[in-house]
């Protein structure tokens, strides 16, 4: 690390301090500095990490192709399935895998790294087993609906020192059967970065119904369920993605190749300076933000803990750029509990929304109703916030052209991008000094109309934090192996476009310089 990078890390921590301190949050900070700044000591930055990794060979023998859904369950597939002990890990930190098979067979784990690497989407990385397999019992219903699975570890990995951060796929194959799906975990490094692409893994957590109907939003009442008192555990499989489209890669993956994955395809494909993280590394350690220039948020990013929502906001305040490459972004509000077995931030449950009642979305949602409502308002970080009805699509409508955003885009005002918005989107702009409204438009559904705004606003430090007001940003800029194009509410996305490829380079190259 040079001395300059070094100083500029130092400032960082002290700008961190600060904004935490402003916003009255001292009492998240943890209670020694001291110790807190000998962990903190960002790695070197390492400009070619991505391009580097992404020059090796690729495979897409990494995409599952033989699945299968036992109809009675609707999501789950008990043929081979499987889940890790943690959601994210640095080199060197081990990783349990737990898989179980019904009927049992022996089996073997392929492990991938999701990227461009020419095209391919993935290289692999390790090949383990044969494993033999066995039927693991399926957990008991305990207390606020809680399935948390205790079964049997058949491997613990340890983080090699050159596994680049980014998502890794283990790929399950029974050999009795040649069925598949995966076990998906983080990688995460400790480096000065430019882009920090937060994954949204609550949102995977909170919507998977594994093994049927015990996501965060079923109570045995309703199948969308709002309230609070409903625990969900990351100790379990992900099932099959259970909203709007049918995709078969999601067994396993949470909801990592629906909206995710175009985005960091396409940024690995151009050699972006790119740092993964998950939900949880944004709530449990706020300062480890400022090593990156820029965060992104992306796809689906349904749900914060308040420590995640405060631990953003502080890093905005000390200079952190955002892009909310998302919709419906911190929406629900969640808190976070240790497993049965003492491992932190292993159970979520949702105890609030964020932000003020809003009539048309509470009125479509009526358990919403018997929360406090007493979170604070998403706006105030995104720029805008999630407002009735909360679904639907429309074109993303350019409001300012000349704007140094739309740059050799060749967009006009009033030019549209077709389908880009959806399913659920931001609406309601904050009354931020400087925030600008960059597209806008009305959205259509069957549940109503609304006005998304798209948004981008200064934060103290000449930070910007911009506002895609869509899940389906990442539709725009590439079409990945294995992608499946969405559609709901009477709207789907066109597919990539030179125009929103042109944005997001101009956004990003702003971001980080």
């Not at 049992?104 to 290289?123: A, K, T």
């Not at 399950?172 to 949204?200: G, H, M, P, W």
């Not at 389908?419 to 904050?430: C, F, Q, R, S, Y």
């Not at 476009?497 to 101009?506: A, F, G, M, S, W």
Request: aromatic share 12%; glycine share 10%.
């Amino acid at each position: 690390m040079t001395d300059k990078d070094y100083n500029h890390s130092k400032i960082d921590r002290r700008d961190y301090f600060r904004a935490m301190t402003a916003l009255g949050l001292s009492s998240l900070l943890p209670a020694n500095l001291s110790d807190l700044a000998s962990q903190e000591q960002f790695a070197p930055n390492h400009g070619d990490l991505i391009k580097e990794e992404n020059s090796k060979p690729g495979t897409r023998d990494w995409i599952l192709t033989k699945t299968d859904i036992d109809p009675s369950s609707k999501y789950r597939s008990p043929y081979i399935e499987g889940y890790a002990s943690h959601i994210s890990v640095s080199a060197g930190q081990q990783i349990s895998l737990y898989v179980s098979c019904n009927p049992e067979s022996s089996f073997y784990i392929d492990v991938y790294r999701s990227g461009f690497y020419g095209g391919l989407g993935g290289r692999q990385v390790a090949s383990l087993g044969p494993f033999k397999g066995k039927t693991q019992p399926d957990p008991s219903i305990g207390e606020r609906r809680l399935r948390e699975c205790a079964w049997d570890a058949c491997q613990t990995l340890t983080i090699p020192n050159d596994w680049v951060s980014g998502v890794y796929l283990c790929k399950l194959t029974a050999e009795n059967s040649d069925l598949q799906s995966y076990i998906t975990f983080l990688v995460k490094d400790n480096r000065k970065t430019d882009f920090l692409f937060q994954c949204s893994d609550t949102t995977w957590n909170a919507y998977n119904r594994w093994p049927s109907q015990f996501s965060l939003y079923d109570n045995e009442e309703t199948v969308w369920y709002w309230g609070a008192g409903v625990d969900v555990s990351y100790d379990r499989p992900y099932g099959k993605y259970c909203q709007i489209i049918d995709a078969p890669l999601s067994i396993g993956s949470g909801e990592w190749f629906c909206w995710e994955f175009p985005i960091a395809y396409w940024m690995e494909s151009l050699g972006y300076d790119v740092s993964y993280i998950s939900n949880l590394d944004t709530h449990a350690d706020g300062l480890a933000l400022m090593r990156g220039k820029a965060m992104l948020s992306v796809g689906h990013d349904e749900y914060y803990s308040l420590e995640m929502f405060h631990n953003l906001q502080a890093a905005i305040g000390a200079g952190l750029n955002v892009a909310f490459l998302s919709g419906n972004t911190c929406c629900g509000l969640l808190e976070m509990k240790p497993s049965s077995d003492g491992r932190s931030n292993r159970i979520i449950t949702r105890v609030d929304r964020f932000g003020p009642p809003d009539e048309t979305s509470d009125g479509l949602f009526h358990s919403m109703k018997t929360l406090p409502r007493t979170a604070p308002n998403e706006k105030m970080l995104i720029g805008a916030r999630s407002t009735g009805p909360i679904v639907g699509g429309a074109d993303w409508i350019c409001r300012q052209p000349n704007h140094w955003l739309f740059e050799n885009s060749g967009m006009a005002i009033g030019d549209s991008i077709p389908g880009l918005v959806g399913w659920e989107w931001h609406g309601d702009p904050a009354n931020i000094p400087g925030l600008e409204i960059i597209a806008q438009g009305t959205t259509a559904s069957g549940a109503g109309s609304g006005t998304y705004t798209s948004t981008l606003y200064p934060g103290p430090k000449e930070n910007l934090v911009f506002n895609a007001a869509t899940c389906w940003w990442g539709d725009a800029l590439s079409e990945p192996p294995g992608y499946v194009r969405p559609s709901a509410h009477g709207a789907q996305p066109q597919g990539p476009d030179h125009r929103v490829q042109v944005i997001t380079k101009n956004l990003l190259r702003r971001l980080c310089s």
